[in-house]
Every structure is written in structure tokens, then in C-alpha cells.
């Protein structure tokens, strides 16, 4: 599945595609942007020593895919109807992974606007999800994915001991506008800008409050490069995606000097022109903190 080739042409307009599918007569949803290919089930090769939620690898068109099986990493039932069960191929955090589902039926295009965060009565399901829509009369849970596969490889994930290649570091001055929506991720990115001397740190937990905050500089008279000199936005993200927000922080005439850092799971070759496209100065995949470290020294001298 090709992204470039899909229904949505243009960058930053806080919509979405999302692939929906089923699991134990549950009903989630996958961002279109992560989907390579969906496929019917092939065999699999069990490996020794594998993590319980892990079903073996595949290979795909020369590639090696290791297979996850979601109905087990969400404490499901297995699957009743074996033979609508599918494979859906993702790309995230730089590497290539198997879901195994148990249906997939269609495509539905929505706005970052139409999804909610868990509410605090539903924190069971924080945890796994990034976010719920509502359509008709029933709920797509929206599955965080990146979760999943660094739950069962946490070296997938952002790594702190990333900073030991960049040296001492002195405390800095400037100011840094963080929008993004996980709790865990927030605490980790914080924490680590904060070891990196980055201990000004302005948090939003999605576009829309970062925008509002932005926008509020502005309104209130307030020269924006004096409160924030740099801003790092995620790209999925409730009721304001980063995508959109680093267009409209960029077409703004006061904050487009601001420079913008997407970091995200989603920057991948294929992906990388739409943060081009919205005006971007920089896009690091999730897992490169290091890598963030050094783009933001040099964007913020």
C-alpha cells in the first residue's frame, strides 16, 4: 500500500486514513501511513528462545518480518474464524513487523478532530491505545502499535544511553515547545532533554494545545522567539496531527521563524517528503533521541 498513491494527496490537513480490522470481535484501527501491504496469512517459522506474543518470522519479497501476534499482546481470545484472519505489514520506528489480526474490512477517512483520548475512566485502555473514534453508533480503538513492538523488544524504543556519544553538556537557556500525546513518551522526552541541558521545556500533549499556547504569545502581544525558540511535535496525534501544526506554525508570518523537528516512528523514506511538504527543518524517527539532541543544537544556536 502505497501512501503517495493514496486518497490523501496533500500534507497537513489534520486528516487520516485508517485501516480498520478486528480481533476477537473487537474493532481497532491502524493508521493508513504505517500499512505496506495487507496479506493473507502465510507460514511461519518458529524461532528459539521467542517473546510469548511473538509467533515466528515470515519472508517477504527477500525480507525477514517478525510476526506479532496482536490478539495475545492485548490479552484476547484467539481467533474463532482462522480463515478470515490477515497479516498486516507495517513499517514503524525504522523497521518492518507482521500483525496478525483476525479481519480487516475497510478503509475510513477521518480528522485528527474526530478522535479522543481515553478519558481517566478508561486508563485501562490507555495504555495500548493513542486514541478512540467515534463513527455511527460504535468505537474504533486506534492501537498504539509502537507500544506493542517495544514492549516485546525494548531496544526498539528511545534509549537514553544514546546521550553518552554526545559528551558533558552545560545547562542551556532556551526554550523548548514539546507537543506530543503519550504520557510515557512525554516523561521520557522530557527527561532526556533535560539531561541533554534542555531544562526549559514547554509541554502539550497534542498539535491543538501546542498551537493554542503558540497562538496565545502571539494574541498577548508577546515577541513568540523570546518564550519558545524551538518546537518537536510527534505526528499522530489527537484533534491536531504534527503535520498540521508545523503548516500552520509555517504559514503563520510571526511564528514561521520558529524552527520545527518532527520526531516521530513514521519518518521513513517513503513518509519523509510530507514533513518536507509543511515547511519541516528537520525529521528524526522516534528511536534517534541522540540524533534529536544534535539537530536541535544546531538549530537552536
Known amino acids: 500500500m502505497d501512501d503517495k498513491k493514496g486518497i490523501l494527496l496533500e500534507s497537513g490537513t489534520n486528516e487520516l486514513e485508517i485501516i480498520e480490522f478486528g480481533i476477537a470481535g473487537e474493532t481497532f484501527g491502524i493508521n493508513v501511513i504505517k500499512v505496506r501491504e495487507v496479506i493473507n496469512p502465510v507460514p511461519v517459522t518458529r524461532t528459539p528462545k521467542m517473546h510469548p506474543h511473538v509467533m515466528g518470522i515470515i519472508q517477504l519479497r527477500g525480507e525477514v518480518l517478525p510476526v506479532i501476534n ?17 497479516l498486516i505489514i ?32 478508561a486508563r485501562g485502555i490507555e495504555s495500548s491505545t493513542t486514541g478512540v473514534v467515534k463513527l455511527d453508533d460504535r468505537f474504533i480503538l486506534l492501537l498504539d502499535f509502537e507500544k506493542v513492538v517495544v514492549d516485546i523488544s525494548p531496544e526498539t524504543g528511545i534509549n537514553m544511553g544514546q546521550l553518552k556519544d554526545l559528551g558533558s553538556r552545560s545547562p542551556s537557556t532556551k526554550r523548548v515547545l514539546l507537543a506530543e500525546d503519550s504520557a510515557i513518551l512525554r516523561k521520557l522526552i522530557e527527561e532526556t532533554l533535560h539531561e541533554a541541558g534542555y531544562v526549559h521545556v514547554e509541554i502539550c500533549q497534542d498539535g491543538n494545545e501546542a498551537w493554542n499556547y503558540l497562538e496565545h504569545l502571539v494574541r498577548t502581544g508577546k515577541n513568540v522567539v523570546d518564550h519558545i525558540q524551538l518546537v518537536i511535535t510527534d505526528i499522530e496525534m ?5 503535520h498540521h501544526l508545523t503548516k500552520r506554525i509555517k504559514e503563520h508570518p510571526e511564528l514561521r521563524k520558529l524552527p520545527v523537528v518532527i520526531f516521530s516512528s513514521l519518518i521513513t523514506d517513503d513518509l519523509r517528503h510530507k514533513g518536507e511538504k ?23 544556536l
Open 278 to 300: 509543511v515547511g519541516a527543518d528537520a525529521q528524526v524517527s522516534k528511536p534517534e533521541i541522540g540524533n534529536l539532541i544534535k539537530i536541535i543544537d544546531q538549530l537552536v
Open 90 to 121: 507495517a513499517e514503524l520506528n525504522q523497521m518492518k513487523v507482521a500483525f496478525y489480526v483476525h479481519s480487516v474490512s475497510r478503509i475510513h477517512r477521518i480528522s485528527w478532530e474526530q478522535i479522543e483520548k481515553p478519558s481517566e475512566l
Open 70 to 86: 496482536l490478539a495475545k499482546a492485548l490479552g484476547y481470545p484467539p481467533s474463532e474464524h482462522p480463515e478470515q484472519d490477515k
Open 238 to 242: 489527537p484533534k491536531m496531527d504534527g
